[in-house]
């Protein structure tokens, strides 16, 4: 069955980095495309970023420049490096299978000082 585990989440300052990591398994990952999303605490769930089969990638307006989604086949892995991190970055973030409606169960990001 389709799995997705996310991690790297945590608490970090105004200005920091993180980067997540999205473990998949179950479906021929080298074939799809990926997705990031976050749900801020209120809110609705909001797409951040995606990256197909090919390495092409989009970013939502909000984290353009400061956010970069990549993938590494081999390993079955996506990823979301994080860098100027801000207080409105603070969400859940989860991994999804671009056209198919998998979900990981989130990493919560904290971005406070």
């Known amino acids: 069955q389709v799995q997705l585990v996310e991690s790297g989440g945590g608490l970090v300052q105004p200005g920091g980095s993180l980067r997540l990591s999205c473990a998949a398994s179950?479906?021929?990952?080298?074939?799809?495309?990926m997705s990031w999303y976050r749900q801020a605490p209120g809110k609705e769930r909001e797409w951040v970023a995606s990256?197909?089969?090919?390495?092409?990638?989009k970013y939502a307006d909000s984290v353009k420049g400061r956010f970069t989604i990549s993938r590494d086949n081999a390993k079955n892995m996506v990823y979301l490096q994080m860098d100027s991190l801000k207080p409105e970055d603070t969400a859940m973030y989860y991994c999804?299978?671009?056209?198919?409606?998998?979900w990981g169960k989130g990493t919560l990001v904290t971005v406070s000082s």
């Open positions: 179950g479906f021929p990952f080298s074939t799809y495309g």
């Open positions: 999804k299978v671009r056209s198919a409606d998998y």
């Open positions: 990256i197909t089969s090919t390495d092409l990638s």
